[in-house]
T-cell receptor
Framework: EAQVTQNPRYLITVTGKKLTVTCSQNMNHEYMSWYRQDPGLGLRQIYYSMNVEVTDKGDVPEGYKVSRKEKRNFPLILESPSPNQTSLYFC????????????FGPGTRLTVL | AQSVTQPDIHITVSEGASLELRCNYSYGATPYLFWYVQSPGQGLQLLLKYFSGDTLVQGIKGFEAEFKRSQSSFNLRKPSVHWSDAAEYFC???????????WGAGTKLIIKP
């Protein structure tokens, strides 16, 4: 089954404690991205990757890091989380340019205390 | 500036009634337009998309959308809603030349029994 998986689905942590949210897709997609979703703001792109070792900033990259060492995986790293990073995070992947469907993971709800 | 506006934060309709969700965009290039749905606790799923051709596009779950270039709109419609349609709906716009989408803030659909 074609899918994007994220782990963990829920995470409660404290300010400053480094964390990683994993994302993996089994569709051999080149393009992957991370979004955060906040009420009233819709989805905002954090980072994206157009292929292995190619990453770039989205609209709200501050406080986040990513890496793309393998095509299937695109982890999101919060080196020093802060309460304003409390949000719902989605990973997505697509095979083509703007016209292709994006496939979303189930989301990770992060709370930073 | 490029933007997507969904004017209605919430919409409440009775089960069996018709539905129209509004989406207006501002985009410099020829737009590719999408509607995604997010059911409670789930990731986002593509409902339909428009790239070119017939301006009335059919999607899954009985939804359709009409592209009106003169009004910069891409409104989503359904003739008769079901309780299972209760969800949040997102409009997004992209371009042929890139992977990134610009997202609206979403419209939450509430179904009255």
């Amino acid at each position: 089954e074609a899918q994007v998986t994220q782990n963990p689905r829920y995470l409660i942590t404290v300010t400053g404690k480094k964390l990683t949210v994993t994302c993996s897709q089994n569709m051999n997609h080149e393009y992957m991205s991370w979004y955060r979703q906040d009420p009233g703001l819709g989805l905002r792109q954090i980072y994206y990757s157009m292929n292995v070792e190619v990453t770039d900033k989205g609209d709200v990259p501050e406080g986040y890091k990513v890496s793309r060492k393998e095509k299937r995986n695109f982890p999101l790293i919060l080196e020093s989380p802060s309460p304003n990073q409390t949000s719902l995070y989605f990973c997505a992947s697509t095979s083509g340019l703007g016209q292709d469907t994006q496939y979303f993971g189930p989301g990770t709800r992060l709370t930073v205390l | 500036a490029q933007s997507v506006t969904q004017p209605d934060i919430h919409i409440t309709v009775s089960e069996g009634a018709s539905l129209e969700l509004r989406c207006n965009y501002s985009y410099g290039a020829t737009p590719y337009l999408f509607w995604y749905v997010q059911s409670p606790g789930q990731g986002l799923q593509l409902l339909l998309k428009y790239f070119s051709g017939d301006t009335l596009v059919q999607g899954i779950k009985g939804f359709e959308a009409e592209f009106k270039r003169s009004q910069s709109s891409f409104n989503l419609r359904k003739p008769s809603v079901h309780w299972s349609d209760a969800a949040e709906y997102f409009c997004a716009v992209g371009a042929r030349s890139n992977y990134q989408l610009i997202w609206g803030a979403g419209t939450k659909l509430i179904i009255k029994p």
